[in-house]
DNA sequence: AGCTAATAGTTGTTTTTGTAACTAACAAGG
DNA sequence: CCTTGTTAGTTACAAAAACAACTATTAGCT
């Protein structure tokens, strides 16, 4: 019987290509704006999406609502955030970047973009494209993401 | 200027690949086995390479020695792993699954196996290729990982 | 209206992780 | 051998994440 190997498994080679792929750029947004890697996540989705309560960057980035109400309380503190209470649902609260927070998210973007294309010089265009798309379609529906 | 995509960002399309395609897998040994995410790992680079140092373990998976050091304290504990003194160097360890931690290797090997078919039947053959093919490239040298 | 259930978001507590400092053992040069 | 530096692994403490319980508000039903 073959062992098993580590190396063709998907979660694990995702979960270290993840890592080490993340590593450098975290130093950045750390070094750069103290941020945490959820608060850059929540900063980006914000930046991108804009304006849009928690409940919305939950569903968008699948992080839990814990995490994003204490990221959100920090983007805030930093004033990267401003909110505006719903008038129909006072449980709401919209959120957008304030104007400094949008220059931290274009300064980031662009270092991302960089970053990102440092990355992806490592292959050819159909293996990008390949493996770009592929990412996304685990996405969606990972495994039976079912709970 | 366009906003940057963060659906294009190769850090973070991983990670949440990463984090949506362990999610099952994770449930199944925490649940069965009690394990951690690192435990299970550590147990599984025991389980494929045999015999080896705590050091060696670090090298091959990039997991911290605090964390192996951790990990294998509570493998050790649960007796899922035996410890041999090396009689030259009295600072290392040689380190080993028992026979109990060979069959739990084995069973999650086997869900794990079945579980990777599993997200892999979503891809062609080709993209199977390419998926497995570039991760495997992103990890050796993940970004600069100069440190 | 009044009761129950659901939703938005927060807070408290426990686990896990990250970082640094530490102990023990070895190595190499004088 | 003795000093200095290096390596293997552990431990202590601080930061972050996970999980559960909570408050406030709205929705739906009778």
Chains 1, 2 share one sequence.
Do not use: C
Not at 25 to 33: G, P
Not at 38 to 61: C, K, N, P, Y
Not at 109 to 123: G, P
Not at 127 to 134: A, K, T, Y
């Amino acid at each position: 019987m073959p062992a098993f190997d580590l190396t063709e498994f998907l979660p694990y080679l995702l979960t270290r290509a993840a890592e080490e792929s993340s590593a450098d750029f975290a130093r950045i947004y750390k070094d750069r704006y103290g941020l945490l890697r959820t608060e850059w996540r929540v900063l980006f989705h914000l930046g991108q999406l804009g304006e849009m309560t928690a409940t919305d960057i939950g569903q968008a980035s699948k992080i839990h609502k814990t995490k994003i109400s204490r990221s959100v309380a920090a983007l805030y503190r930093r004033r990267y955030v401003v909110k505006t209470q719903s008038a129909k649902d006072r449980r709401r609260e919209f959120l957008k970047l304030s104007a400094q927070g949008q220059r931290v998210f274009l300064d980031l973007s662009d270092i991302a973009k960089t970053y990102n294309a440092h990355l992806l010089q490592e292959f050819s265009a159909q293996e990008q494209r390949v493996l770009i798309e592929s990412l996304r379609k685990l996405l969606g529906q990972g495994g039976a993401q079912g709970r």
